[in-house]
Nanobody, 119 residues
Framework: QVQLVESGGGLVQPGGSLRLSCAASRSIFSIDPMTWYRQAPGKLRELVAAITSGGAANYADSVKGRFTISRDNAKNTVYLQMNSLKPEDTAVYYC?????????????WGQGTQVTVSS
């Protein structure tokens, strides 16, 4: 199993930047992919970005060109660099990992970190 702890959220003005971190309690070297989700009040949780063990990244259309996901396996940490933030980016952001344990896979989530984009 793995524990995930997000950090780096806060209040930022439109056009600003924020970097979220997801610290894992164990090696993430073999976790493929690591992902970021977000959920705004009254809306479904949506996939924001994913990164494979090899570093290949995919993004939701709404954040392409603005967000960058990365991973530092040596630090057991995944990052989400968020630039050109918009009010519609306001949400709780969650880190997610699917981990193989024996013959089964388990879905792990962090507690979330609040991102508020407002003037």
């Amino acid at each position: 199993q793995v524990q995930l702890v997000e950090s780096g959220g806060g209040l930022v003005q439109p056009g600003g930047s924020l970097r979220l971190s997801c610290a894992a309690s164990r090696s993430i070297f073999s976790i493929d992919p690591m992902t970021w989700y977000r959920q705004a009040p009254g809306k479904l949780r949506e996939l924001v970005a994913a990164i494979t063990s090899g570093g290949a990244a995919n993004y939701a259309d709404s954040v392409k060109g603005r967000f960058t996901i990365s991973r530092d396996n040596a630090k057991n940490t995944v990052y989400l660099q968020m630039n050109s933030l918009k009010p519609e980016d306001t949400a709780v952001y969650y880190c997610n990992a699917v981990v193989a344990e024996g013959s089964r896979s388990y879905d792990y989530w962090g507690q979330g970190t609040q991102v508020t984009v407002s003037s």
